[in-house]
């Protein structure tokens, strides 16, 4: 059985999981609260750059990526900013939902799997 490796883990939550070569990162939200949709999912598509970038992994190989917005009138910010940041040439399977989301402050969360 191959091991698991977990990374920044808290006693409740690992920031990420990697098993069979494969990185499950957990929600990743704005620090940066005061800002809007477009800036929010801005800063968490770099976080996860940089959690990626710790495993040597990129956004390119990001295979799922989930999507989280607690109201849906960010959507069109939110995908200015993913544009602007995905691989067109590696886009991965995706989905966008509704959902209130822990902290009301939050505008966007994104969850990844992605290979190392």
């Known amino acids: 059985m191959e091991k698991i490796q977990r990374f920044h ?28 949709a477009y ?15 710790e495993i040597g992994s990129s956004k390119s190989n990001i295979l799922t ?3 989280f917005l607690p109201d849906m009138q960010d959507y069109q910010a939110m995908n200015k900013a993913w544009d602007e940041w995905v691989d067109p040439e590696n886009a991965p399977a995706r989905a966008t939902v509704q959902s209130q989301l822990a902290d009301p402050k939050w505008k966007v969360e994104i969850v990844v799997v992605a290979t190392c």
Request: proline residues 2%.
């Open 9 to 36: 883990s808290n006693g409740r939550l690992s920031e990420m999981v990697i098993h069979n070569n494969t990185a499950y990162l957990a929600g990743q939200v704005p620090e940066n609260t005061d800002v809007d």
């Open 39 to 53: 800036l929010q999912t801005k800063e968490v598509l770099g976080l996860i750059d940089k959690l990626l970038l």
């Open 65 to 67: 990526a989930q999507i």
